[in-house]
């Protein structure tokens, strides 16, 4: 009997459904699902905004990335003049 039940039932549904597929409900459902977003939507704006910041701030990285290693190779001069300081040879003077 749930056998006989269960094609029933299918045999019932297949018409339902294709009631429902056909009805502009349904072509408006497929249309929206077929359709690519559109340009224009609040989250295409959200996600140009957020590439334009990332994009400023890659920039703003490599800009401290070179002033850092500025401040690295001056540093690591001035503490070679201040351990070689005391230690240079001095110009000879001239005794005339």
Request: glycine share 6%.
């Given at each position: 009997?749930?056998?006989?039940?269960?094609?029933?039932?299918?045999?019932?549904?297949?018409?339902?459904?294709?009631?429902?597929?056909?009805?502009?409900?349904?072509?408006?459902?497929?249309?929206?699902?077929?359709?690519?977003?559109?340009?224009?939507t609040?989250?295409?704006?959200v996600?140009?905004?957020?590439?334009?910041?990332?994009?400023?701030?890659?920039?703003?990285?490599?800009?401290?990335?070179?002033?850092?290693?500025?401040?690295?190779?001056?540093?690591?001069?001035?503490?070679?003049?201040?351990?070689?300081?005391?230690?240079?040879?001095?110009?000879?003077?001239d005794?005339?």
């Amino acid at each position: 009997m749930s056998i006989l039940g269960l094609v029933l039932l299918v045999a019932l549904l297949i018409p339902i459904v294709a009631l429902i597929v056909d009805s502009p409900i349904g072509r408006a459902i497929a249309g929206r699902l077929e359709r690519a977003p559109e340009p224009g939507t609040r989250r295409d704006e959200v996600i140009a905004d957020l590439r334009k910041r990332l994009e400023l701030l890659e920039g703003d990285v490599e800009i401290l990335q070179a002033a850092a290693e500025e401040l690295r190779e001056e540093n690591q001069f001035v503490r070679r003049l201040l351990e070689e300081g005391p230690h240079r040879p001095t110009l000879p003077t001239d005794p005339a």
